[in-house]
């Protein structure tokens, strides 16, 4: 099928066209961080107008790069969840419209879903495998057995690692979002130079927590007279980037060993971290595992993403009516069809 893709769960506006829910034939992305910035994070209401004034050019660009019509368009895929409510209704709200204009198949899919599915746009990545969703709003590890097949097994407790990463460039001065400049300045730091603690590390559950990490960098620079700067700053980034990636390399591969799973999918926001990369890199490969990290647009907020769920449910005959509706919250594991 030749599928359409809408997502706008936060605060990118993305569309795709995608054929066979393989190849990507577009893959546009309108970002708002600028927009953001000045507030420290995302404010949802000028996340939802910004989505309303940017959808519709989004989605006439992607068509463009890809080279096709609306006429030529087969279904429609979009983020149903979990994300911002005012957010999703906006991609909803045009893919239905669309979908209900002219006649097309629609269905919803879940982010999650989408990220960790999204290698599957770049090579054949064969079930089972084990899959660490790693981004701004989350933090989860889940054993994926096929499209629509997930089961959860370790999530984070309080703040995903990216949120963490976000909320420590902010303590820092850093500006937003900051887990980019924390993993340029951890580069030229010294990892050991603060002994950070790694929470939930020798617990043998696969959860995760990260807000102690935040807690531990707040309480050393209330210790100093002044902000770190110089070299100062990028031991810390360093040290705080350490402890973030050993607990995530250790609970992947610890859950791959229990599930008994040869291949390891990395994917969101925090997979284009370099640290992570190469840390999951080097101990995948002294366990005898494979680890595959999409390409940085697919570990952005993106549409394509989408269309490998929705290319498989759409070609099994499943359907979403017009009463599709926004889902703040939505497991996972309860997604499938």
């Given amino acids: ?58 989605v006439e660009e992607a068509l463009e790069r890809a080279s096709v019509t609306l006429a030529e368009i087969e279904g429609l895929v979009v983020t149903r969840g979990p994300g911002l409510v005012g ?37 054949a990545v064969p079930f089972p495998y084990l899959a660490l969703a790693v981004s701004g709003g989350h933090t989860h590890l889940y054993r994926v057995d096929g499209v629509g097949r997930y089961r959860i097994l370790g999530r984070t407790l309080d703040d995903a690692a990216g949120e963490a990463f976000d909320k420590v460039a902010k303590l820092l001065g ?27 590390l020798h617990k043998h559950q696969l959860d995760f927590s990260f807000s102690g990490i935040k807690t531990a960098v707040l309480n050393h620079v209330r210790a100093q007279s002044e902000l770190p700067a110089g070299q100062d700053l990028r031991d810390l980034a360093a040290s705080f980037q350490a402890a973030v990636v050993e607990v995530l390399v250790k609970k992947t591969l610890r859950a791959a060993e229990e599930q008994n799973l040869e291949r390891i999918v990395v ?33 952005a907020d993106n549409a394509a993403m989408l269309a490998v769920a929705g290319d498989s449910y759409l070609s099994a005959g499943e359907r979403d009516g017009f009463a599709l509706n926004a889902l703040a919250s939505w497991p996972l594991d309860r997604a499938g069809r």
């Fill in 87 to 123: 957010a999703l209704l906006v991609g909803l709200s045009f893919a239905k419209a669309v979908a209900m204009a002219r006649n097309l198949p629609l269905v919803g899919v879940h982010h999650i879903e989408g990220h960790i599915l999204a290698p599957q746009l770049e090579q």
């Fill in 174 to 200: 850093l500006g937003y979002p900051g887990g980019a400049v924390i993993d340029r300045l951890a580069a030229e730091g010294n990892p050991k130079a603060i002994d950070f603690p790694r929470p939930m």
């Fill in 267 to 299: 994917a969101g926001g925090v997979a284009c971290n370099s640290g992570l990369r190469q840390a999951m890199g080097a101990a995948c490969a002294a366990k005898g595992k494979t680890v595959v990290f999409p390409s940085p647009l697919l570990c």
């Fill in 1 to 58: 099928m030749l599928l359409l893709a809408i997502e706008s769960s936060c605060d990118e506006t993305a569309a795709a066209v995608v054929r066979d829910g393989r190849h990507a034939l577009s893959n546009v992305i309108a970002s708002q961080v600028d927009v953001h910035a000045r507030y420290g994070g995302v404010v949802p209401e000028i996340a939802s107008r910004k989505h309303l004034e940017a959808i519709s050019v989004v």
